[in-house]
C-alpha cells in the first residue's frame, strides 16, 4: 500500500526537467443523465478545472491522466496544492507525460502497484461513445517503451473515474483506429487472426517506434518495456459495436489488452464552446 503521509517522486518514470508545452452495446445503461454544470472559457481548462475541484479532497490518492486535458487537470492541481486549498494529495502517474507534467506542477507522485487503493482518477480519450460511456485511449505516441495497458489498470483501480473529452470527441459513431498491445512472439499470426476477424473492415498495422509507418511497422517497430508490440486497427467505416470488438479482440490468442475501455464505470466531463456538461453512468445492465 502506499503511505498518504511518506511521499516520493517516482523513479519508474523517466522524467525530464524541461516542460513540454457491430451495433448498440450488449450491455444497456440503466441510467444516464446529463448536467451543465459551468460555463466555459478556455475550453478544456475549465473542465479540468472542475474535475479537480469537484471530485479530488485532501488526502486523496488521485490516478494522472494522459493527454491535453489531463496535463491542464495536473497542472491545476499543482497550484491548488502550492495555495494551500489542497492537500496530502499522492498522484499516480499513468505515463511519462503525466509524471512530467505531475513533477513540474509539484505533484507528489508514487508508483502505481497491485492492490492500490486509487480514491479519483482522470485521463483523456481519444473518442468516447454517446450513451454507453465506452471509450478509446491509446491513439497518442508513446514515449520510452510504455504502452496504455498502465492507464486501463489505474482507471480500473479507481473508486471514481472520469474521462475529460471535448464535445466533438462525445460522439455516436466511432471511426478510426483501436490500438492493440500483444506479445512480440508470433505477432504476424496474432496480426492475421485480428485482420481475418475484422476482413474488409480494418486494416491491421504495426506501430512504429520512429520512421515511416507501414503494416509490419517499418524499420523499427515499437516495443514497450515489457516486450510488446502495438497495432493500430483501423476501421475504415463506423465501429458499430465497440463492446463487440473489445471482446472479440481479447479473445485473440497473444493479445495482451486493447485500447477500449468498456467495462468500467465512469463518468464524462465534456468541454464545450460555452459550457461545461457531466454525463453520468451510473450502472450497467449486462
Known amino acids: 500500500m502506499i503511505s498518504r503521509t511518506?511521499?516520493?517522486?517516482?523513479?519508474?518514470?523517466?522524467?525530464?526537467?524541461?516542460?513540454?508545452?457491430?451495433?448498440?452495446?450488449?450491455?444497456?445503461?440503466?441510467?444516464?443523465r446529463m448536467v451543465c454544470v459551468a460555463e466555459?472559457?478556455?475550453?478544456?481548462?475549465?473542465?479540468?478545472?472542475?474535475?479537480?475541484?469537484?471530485?479530488?479532497?485532501?488526502?486523496?490518492?488521485?490516478g494522472l491522466g494522459s493527454g491535453a486535458a489531463s496535463g491542464i487537470a495536473i497542472q491545476h492541481l499543482g497550484?491548488?496544492?502550492?495555495?494551500?486549498?489542497?492537500?496530502?494529495?499522492v498522484g499516480i502517474p499513468s505515463s511519462t507525460f503525466s509524471a512530467t507534467e505531475a513533477a513540474n506542477a509539484g505533484v507528489p507522485l508514487n508508483n502505481y502497484e497491485d492492490g492500490i487503493q486509487i480514491d479519483f482518477a482522470f485521463n483523456d480519450a481519444n473518442v468516447m461513445?454517446?450513451?454507453?460511456?465506452?471509450?478509446?485511449?491509446?491513439?497518442?505516441?508513446l514515449e520510452g517503451g510504455e504502452?496504455?495497458?498502465?492507464?486501463?489498470?489505474?482507471?480500473?483501480?479507481?473508486?471514481?473515474?472520469?474521462?475529460?473529452v471535448a464535445e466533438e470527441q462525445y460522439t455516436k459513431e466511432i471511426y478510426g483506429s483501436i490500438?492493440?498491445?500483444?506479445?512480440?512472439?508470433?505477432?504476424?499470426?496474432?496480426a492475421e487472426?485480428?485482420?481475418?476477424?475484422f476482413l474488409g473492415d480494418a486494416e491491421v498495422w504495426r506501430r512504429p517506434a520512429f520512421g515511416n509507418a507501414d503494416p509490419l511497422g517499418g524499420d523499427f517497430p515499437l516495443v514497450t518495456t515489457d516486450?510488446?508490440?502495438?497495432?493500430?486497427?483501423?476501421?475504415?467505416?463506423?465501429?458499430?459495436?465497440?463492446?463487440?470488438?473489445?471482446?472479440?479482440?481479447?479473445?485473440?490468442?497473444?493479445?495482451?489488452?486493447?485500447g477500449i475501455i468498456h467495462d468500467i464505470p465512469c463518468f464524462a466531463v465534456i468541454a464545450s464552446k460555452n459550457q461545461v456538461k457531466l454525463v453520468d453512468k451510473t450502472s450497467v445492465i449486462s
Open 179 to 190: 490500438p492493440v498491445v500483444i506479445n512480440c512472439g508470433n505477432w504476424l499470426l496474432t
Open 227 to 258: 516486450g510488446h508490440h502495438v497495432l493500430d486497427v483501423i476501421f475504415t467505416s463506423p465501429i458499430l459495436d465497440l463492446g463487440e470488438v473489445a471482446e472479440s479482440i481479447t479473445k485473440v490468442a497473444g493479445v495482451v489488452d486493447h
Open 79 to 89: 497550484k491548488r496544492l502550492k495555495d494551500g486549498s489542497l492537500r496530502d494529495i
Open 6 to 32: 511518506s511521499i516520493y517522486i517516482s523513479s519508474k518514470w523517466n522524467i525530464p526537467f524541461v516542460r513540454r508545452n457491430i451495433r448498440h452495446c450488449q450491455g444497456q445503461l440503466s441510467k444516464s
Open 147 to 164: 504502452s496504455f495497458v498502465e492507464e486501463k489498470m489505474i482507471a480500473a483501480s479507481a473508486d471514481k473515474f472520469a474521462f475529460i
Open 40 to 62: 466555459s472559457g478556455t475550453e478544456f481548462f475549465q473542465a479540468a478545472k472542475l474535475t479537480v475541484d469537484r471530485y479530488v479532497k485532501n488526502g486523496m490518492v488521485v
Open 193 to 197: 487472426e485480428i485482420d481475418d476477424l
Open 129 to 141: 461513445e454517446e450513451g454507453s460511456l465506452m471509450a478509446v485511449i491509446g491513439r497518442r505516441k
